[in-house]
């Protein structure tokens, strides 16, 4: 071997150690744009997005450094989405995240290119968000809170609760795809269980005093809101009028027991929004959308507040309070 054919091998093993650690500095220096769809303000999302970032940095993303995350809050109006979704395309995101049917749709009508990762979708197969969990196809994937007879559990947890229980509330909004479907299961597990259902249309803010003015008339027993932003970012609202009128519910998000609220059932809305943060790693390194299945909710949480149960004169069974995740006292 010459000088001149021992110098080109040093050359080409420079080439190959130094080549790796290019590409990482490289890949370290891009900043990533990130679209954060909210459905209602940044204030009272906190608790969804502050996981979302923890999941980020958990993962090597740090806000500035190597991502930026783009908000826009719809404010609990579902008509401003098309305009906040096409903000955020017009800002060249690379993927967008958004919780919900509502948002999801949106999205999915505004663009077939930008990677959307989804939060907390009801039945993203039968709104025809995605073809399929296992393989989703398109530009969309994340989680679903799909559960089997999810409000007939919600609705056995008033009856074991209230005995004596017979006719229940059921506020949804016709705006969510989803809710179509989950008011059918909400009407069987009701008859099953010998409830009569006062149905409650609500697809705009406007519209919720007409539905406590029927609550107020047809003097049901309990009250059980589905799974909506819109009621999510009103829950205060929602929660003063159960207060006032002594009225028990069960609801989708632990946020209205938080504010009130007797008792909650459901996925973790705030672990499902980490977990969002893996999906977006994926999708920045390059794995399509549509390779990654869409992940059911491994855990639920049951919230119970004790205070609002003494104030509804309600004794909580042990057998309900044994299977709670956190008592608020």
């Not at 010459?2 to 990482?24: F, K, M, Q, Y």
Request: aromatic share 6%; hydrophobic share 45%.
């Amino acid at each position: 071997m010459n000088i001149r054919e021992a110098g080109l091998i040093v050359t080409l093993s420079l080439c190959i150690l130094v080549a790796p650690l290019l590409t990482h500095a490289q890949q370290k220096g891009k900043m990533y744009r990130i679209g954060f769809l909210g459905n209602s303000t940044a204030a009272l999302e906190a608790n969804l997005v502050g996981p979302f970032r923890e999941g980020l940095r958990d993962l090597g993303y740090e806000e500035g450094q190597n991502v930026v995350i783009e908000y826009r809050w719809a404010e609990g109006k579902y008509e401003r989405l098309p305009t906040l979704i096409a903000e955020l395309i017009a800002r060249k995101v690379d993927v967008i995240v958004t919780a919900g049917t509502p948002g999801t749709q949106a999205v999915k009508k505004a663009t077939t290119s930008v990677p959307l990762v989804m939060v907390a979708v009801g039945d993203p197969v039968g709104t025809g968000i995605v073809a399929s969990l296992n393989r989703p196809g398109g530009n969309i994937t994340g989680l679903t809170s799909i559960s089997p007879e999810l409000e007939g559990k919600r609705l056995e947890l008033l009856r074991e609760v209230i005995p004596k229980l017979s006719h229940v509330a059921i506020l949804w909004n016709p705006v969510n795809a989803y809710h179509v479907i989950e008011m059918k299961e909400a009407q069987s597990a009701a008859s099953t269980l010998r409830m009569r259902v006062l149905s409650l249309a609500v697809g705009t803010p406007e519209e919720l005093d007409g539905a406590f003015a029927a609550i107020d008339r047809e003097r049901v027993g309990a009250l059980l809101v589905l799974a909506d932003r819109m009621f999510l970012h009103h829950r205060t609202r929602i929660m003063n009028f159960a207060a006032q009128h002594r009225l028990p519910g069960v609801y989708a998000y632990r946020e209205l027991v938080e504010a009130g609220g007797l008792m909650s059932f459901g996925p973790s809305y705030a672990g499902m929004h980490r977990r969002a943060a893996t999906y977006v790693d994926k999708i920045l390194k390059g794995i399509s959308p549509a390779d990654l299945p869409v992940e059911r909710p491994a855990t639920f949480e049951l919230v119970i507040n004790l205070k609002a149960a003494k104030a509804l004169g309600l004794m909580i069974p042990p057998s309900v309070l044994s299977r709670a995740t956190e008592v608020i006292q």
